[in-house]
């Protein structure tokens, strides 16, 4: 069973975000890692760096593929999980937690995020 | 309709009824009337014996570089030919097999690019190289592009030398246009080399990267060290081109002065002058900047049994996984040349490597003395400026001139550099190699003496 903690966010790409003060915490979901396999590198955007919803903030690559993530709400980069580089496994070991990617100033707070329950229903929809 | 059999009138007809269409005029209707011809003034068609005698009488015509002293060069230079590269590639394992990848059915070929990326490494003075590319003049589109990515697309200008050799600079022309990357061309000071302070100048702090060419298109040997300072101080990466790969058996790779890419071509190594190539491209980076590297890389790993083994690694880059988000559009390498250059370097060896450069310096300085003793009309363009093996003469005409009069005597003495363009006199680039006996030379200087 895929794991989806009842207190984050979810962009329908397969991140999850997470309120942190005036910033987010942005990370991709457990179905996400799975689907991609053992990620072997993770390449993550310079801090500073604005985005806008939808846009590529950086690449996973696995032993099967190279895939986007994309910034699931729009904001500057505050700061990447820079124990990436040596360790990209974490993405998969511990996706909601050490394996996060990047922080956004920007809020949670958006009409296009799901919450728990409207994410397992898109998976749902996503695989039926 | 057998694949291996030409289709009859049977067949055409078959295929129109099939497409619906009445002739292969219908089918063909969408070229533009102006452009097609309705008859062809052929000669009547002839046996393939006649055939064979005419075009060798023909051919016969020709003048081949071997048999006149000659001393082509300009990106394509003529070196020993050891008859072992030819009877390893000419093995059928390797020869009829097209680029073969799986590492279940290709250890042999996937050892040898290995190997070809290790003496390209150590030649480079960088420690990742690919597994080749098609030639010098895509290796430097290639580094371009690299120095673009590597710098996450922020900044759309390259500074290029104007002594890269001008056939590449084209090349780069026709594939950044549609990449919006700008060009600014720095050309080479009164001593034909690149002055560092111009560089840093025109690169700013807004390009990607800085390129150049060592030995340059006039032979002569840049300032590598300055020239990385230079384009570092504004945050480019630097890129050595390479056009005479046997300079580097006695010249160190630009890796050893900090450059952040050397490519170029490695025709030198082992492939034989020929019209159209083939050529063999070259490509190596600092392994910080690995996952922006085009093309294949073969990588060591060890099979099931433990055993040491040889795979392709790193392919997530590439263009049959990545689609357009690849690095590069080469899904391949230039396979039997770069065999071909591995097994010519190996029966050189380091120390063999070393004595057949030491020899193209030492007879082209030799020469280099003769011509200056010639003296007028005769002059070297550069005299001061060290070259390799080639450089840049001048003469009572232009360069072209200069090539049929002394053909006339008997010598085949460069490449003109007439109808190029570039800041440098009009006349003939002369390169020497270990192929060049004494008497070549002697010809020539007694040609340039006739003809003063």
């Known amino acids: 069973m895929m ?3 009842d207190e984050l966010k979810y962009g329908r790409s397969h991140e999850w975000v997470k309120a942190d003060g005036d910033a987010v915490v942005v990370g991709i979901t457990h179905y996400a890692q799975d689907q991609l396999g053992e990620v072997v590198y993770v390449e993550l955007p310079e801090v500073g760096n604005a ?3 939808g846009d590529e903030l950086g690449t996973l690559e696995s032993v099967k593929a190279v895939s986007e993530f994309l910034a699931p709400v729009a904001g500057e980069v505050t700061e990447v999980n820079t124990r990436l580089e040596d360790e990209p496994n974490l993405v998969n070991d511990d996706p909601y937690g050490d394996g996060w990617l990047v922080k956004l100033r920007g809020s949670a707070e958006s009409e296009e995020l799901l919450d728990a329950a409207g994410y397992k229903e898109f998976l749902e929809q996503e695989s039926a | 309709m057998h694949p291996w059999v030409g289709a009859g009138p049977e067949d055409r007809r078959h295929i129109l009824a099939e497409l619906g269409l009445k002739s292969i005029d219908e089918l063909f209707a969408s070229i533009p009337a102006g452009v097609c011809v309705d008859s062809l003034n052929l000669p009547p068609a002839r046996d393939e014996n006649w055939i064979r005698r005419t075009l060798g009488e023909m051919a016969s015509t020709n003048v081949a570089m071997d048999s006149m002293a000659c001393f082509l060069g300009a990106g394509v230079y003529r070196h020993v030919q050891p008859s072992i590269v030819d009877a390893v590639l ?4 390797f020869f009829t097999s097209y680029t073969p990848y799986q590492p279940e059915i290709s250890q042999g070929t996937l050892q040898v690019i290995f190997e070809f990326q290790t003496l390209i490494s150590r030649l480079t003075g960088l420690d990742s190289a690919n597994a080749s590319l098609y030639d010098g003049a895509t290796s430097l589109v290639e580094a371009v592009l690299f120095s673009h990515r590597v710098l996450r697309g922020k900044r759309d200008l390259v500074v290029v030398a104007e002594t890269i050799h001008p056939m590449y600079r084209r090349v780069l022309d026709t594939y950044i246009e549609a990449a919006g990357i700008e060009v600014a061309v720095v050309a080479p000071g009164a001593d034909g080399r690149l002055n560092p302070d111009e560089i840093r100048e025109t690169a700013g702090d807004r390009a990607c990267c800085v390129a150049v060419q060592s030995p340059n298109f006039l032979g002569i040997v840049e300032d590598l060290p300055q020239l990385a300072a230079a384009a570092h101080d504004g945050g480019a990466l630097a890129v050595e081109v390479v056009t005479e790969a046997v ?17 170029g071509e490695a025709q030198s190594f082992g492939i034989a002058p020929g019209f159209g190539g083939p050529h063999l491209g070259f490509f190596a980076c600092d392994s910080k900047h690995l996952r922006q590297m085009p093309g294949r890389l073969a990588g060591e790993t060890v099979d099931e049994n433990g055993e040491r083994a040889f795979c392709l690694t790193l392919s997530t880059r590439e263009q049959h996984i990545r689609r357009a988000k690849a690095t590069s559009n080469i899904c391949t390498n230039q396979g ?22 030491t020899s193209c310096f030492m007879r082209g300085e030799e020469l280099k003395r ?6 007028d009309p005769w002059r070297i363009a550069y005299p001061q400026s060290p070259t390799f093996n080639e450089f ?20 085949l003495a460069g490449v003109p550099t007439t109808g190029w363009g570039g800041s440098w006199p009009d006349g003939l680039l002369v390169a020497v190699t270990e192929s060049n006996p004494a008497t070549d030379l002697e010809a020539l200087t007694s040609a340039l003496e006739k003809l003063a």
Not at chain 2, 90 to 93: D, Q
Not at chain 2, 346 to 357: K, P
Not at chain 2, 401 to 407: N, P, Q, T
């Open chain 1, 3 to 5: 794991s989806i903690p």
């Open chain 1, 51 to 53: 985005f806008a919803v």
């Open chain 2, 90 to 93: 000419s093995r059928a394992e």
């Open chain 2, 247 to 263: 300079s580097l058996g006695l010249l160190a790779g630009g890796g050893s002065f900090d450059f952040d890419v050397v490519c």
């Open chain 2, 336 to 357: 039997l040349m770069a065999l071909t250059a591995t097994v010519w370097l190996e029966a050189m060896g380091g120390s063999g490597l070393r004595e057949l450069a």
């Open chain 2, 370 to 375: 003769r011509i200056t003793a010639v003296g």
């Open chain 2, 392 to 411: 840049l003469l001048v003469g009572p005409g232009s360069g072209t001139d200069l090539v049929k009069r002394l053909a006339s005597e008997g010598v």
